[in-house]
C-alpha cells in the first residue's frame, strides 16, 4: 500500500514537467522540422508493369533562422525569463524544478544576429538526406536522363537547400548543376510578383480579422489561462506575448536533436494545439483555399509540370526540382483542389479534424512530388 501511494505521489509531480515528457507534442505549424513528420519516398511501392521515367518536384526550403522581425519580437519576451524564475523562487507557478533548471541555463543564440532567414545546420542537412532518398529511389531515371532542371527562388535559404539536396541526389560520380535563379520566377515564386496579392490578400482585412476572432475564442483564452498560471506570472499576458513566446519555443526546438527547448515548457499539449491552429487560419486565407487567387498562383507552377509530362517529349526521361517557400505549397494544394475543409477553416472555432494543417502540408522541407510512369 505505501509502495503504490509513492508512486501516484511522484507521477503527480511530474505530470505537468515538460522535461518528463516522454512523447512532447511534435507540431508546430510552418516550423515543424521535417523530422517530425516525414515520410520516406523509398517506401513508395512500385506500380505494376511501370517504371517511371520523369520526376517533377517543388519543394520547401529546410529548417532556418528567423527572420529580423521575428528575432526581434523574440527578444522582446526574453526578459520574461528573470520574472519566471523569480515567481517560482516565491512558490508561485506550477512549473516543475527540471524546467526551471532548464529555463535558468538557457542562452540566446548569437548566430541568430548574424545570420537570420539562413538555412540552420540542422537544414542542410535534411535536404541532403532528402536528396540521398531521392537517389536512390529514383537512381534509373537519374541515370538514364536526358534533360533536367533544379532552380531555387532568389533567396539565399532556398539555394542554400538547392545545393544541399543535390549534394545527396546525385550518383556515382555525377555532376548536376543548378540553375541561375532570377527574381521573376513564374514556376518557383509567381505570388512573390503579383500586386493585386499583396493588396487584396497581404494587406487586406481578411486574415487580421479571422485572426482577431480565434485570438478572443475561449479556446485561445484558455491558453491565456494556463500560461499564466504555468509561470505564476502576476502581469496579465497578452496574445501577442503568447505568440512570441511560442515562436522562441518552435524555434529553438528545431536546433534540438532531441526536438525540446526550455521555452516549450511554459505550454501544455492542448496549449500547443490551440497555437498551431492561429497559423493554420493564417495560412488557409494567405496561400490556401480561403482565396482563389491562391489557386491560381498556384496553377502558374503546375504549368509547367503539365508542359514537361504532357505537352514534353514522349519517352524523354527527366528531372525538375524547384526549391520555393510554404507560400507555394499551399498554392499548389489549393490549385489541385485538395486539402479542402469543410465546414471551411475560420478564426470563429477551431476544427479540430481538419485536413487544411500547416504543420504537416508544409514543414520545413516539405515536398510535392509527382512521377510520369510508363
Given at each position: 500500500m505505501w509502495k503504490l501511494l509513492v508512486v501516484l505521489l511522484v507521477y503527480k509531480a511530474n505530470a505537468k514537467c515538460y522535461w518528463n515528457s516522454k512523447c512532447p507534442y511534435r507540431l508546430f505549424g510552418t516550423k515543424t522540422p521535417y523530422e517530425a513528420v516525414r515520410g520516406d519516398v523509398r517506401d513508395l511501392p512500385p506500380l505494376e508493369q511501370c517504371e517511371p521515367v520523369s520526376v517533377w518536384m517543388m519543394m520547401r526550403h529546410g529548417t532556418r533562422h528567423p527572420e529580423v522581425d521575428e528575432v526581434a519580437q523574440m527578444k522582446a519576451v526574453v526578459a520574461l525569463r528573470t520574472d519566471i524564475l523569480q515567481a517560482h523562487e516565491e512558490g508561485r507557478g506550477e512549473m516543475c524544478a527540471q524546467d526551471i533548471q532548464n529555463l535558468r541555463k538557457w542562452t540566446w543564440n548569437r548566430n541568430l544576429d548574424v545570420s537570420p532567414s539562413d538555412l540552420t545546420v540542422e537544414g542542410m542537412e535534411e535536404l541532403q538526406s532528402i536528396g540521398s532518398r531521392f537517389g536512390e529511389k529514383f537512381s534509373n531515371v537519374l541515370e538514364n536522363m536526358q534533360q533536367y532542371k533544379i532552380r531555387a527562388s532568389i533567396e539565399l535559404r532556398t539555394q542554400m537547400s538547392a545545393k544541399a539536396f543535390v549534394k545527396g541526389l546525385q550518383r556515382n560520380n555525377q555532376t548536376l548543376y543548378i540553375s541561375t535563379s532570377f527574381p521573376n520566377d513564374l514556376t518557383a515564386r509567381p505570388y512573390r510578383y503579383c500586386k493585386k496579392r499583396f493588396y487584396d490578400i497581404l494587406i487586406g482585412d481578411k486574415?487580421?480579422?479571422?485572426?482577431a476572432k480565434y485570438l478572443q475564442s475561449r479556446d485561445f483564452l484558455k491558453v491565456?489561462?494556463?500560461?499564466?498560471?504555468r509561470t505564476g506570472l502576476t502581469g496579465a499576458l497578452s496574445a501577442k506575448t503568447i505568440l512570441q513566446i511560442y515562436d522562441l519555443c518552435r524555434f529553438y526546438r528545431s536546433y534540438s536533436v532531441r526536438l525540446s527547448d526550455a521555452w516549450c515548457a511554459l505550454f501544455?499539449?492542448?496549449?500547443?494545439?490551440?497555437?498551431?491552429?492561429?497559423?493554420?487560419?493564417?495560412?488557409y486565407y494567405r496561400n490556401g483555399h480561403g482565396d482563389p487567387m491562391n489557386a491560381k498562383l498556384g496553377a502558374s507552377s503546375l504549368k509547367d509540370l503539365y508542359q514537361k509530362f504532357v505537352q514534353g517529349k514522349q519517352g524523354v526521361n527527366s528531372f525538375s526540382g524547384y526549391f520555393s517557400h510554404?507560400?507555394?505549397?499551399g498554392m499548389l494544394y489549393a490549385a489541385l483542389g485538395i486539402y479542402a475543409d469543410t465546414p471551411v477553416i475560420s478564426g470563429f472555432e477551431r476544427v479540430k479534424k481538419r485536413q487544411w494543417r500547416t504543420s504537416f502540408l508544409t514543414p520545413y522541407a516539405a515536398n510535392f512530388v509527382a512521377i510520369l510512369n510508363k
Open positions: 486574415i487580421p480579422e479571422e485572426t491565456l489561462t494556463s500560461v499564466q498560471k501544455s499539449d492542448s496549449d500547443l494545439k490551440a497555437l498551431e491552429y492561429v497559423e493554420d487560419v493564417q495560412h510554404d507560400t507555394m505549397l
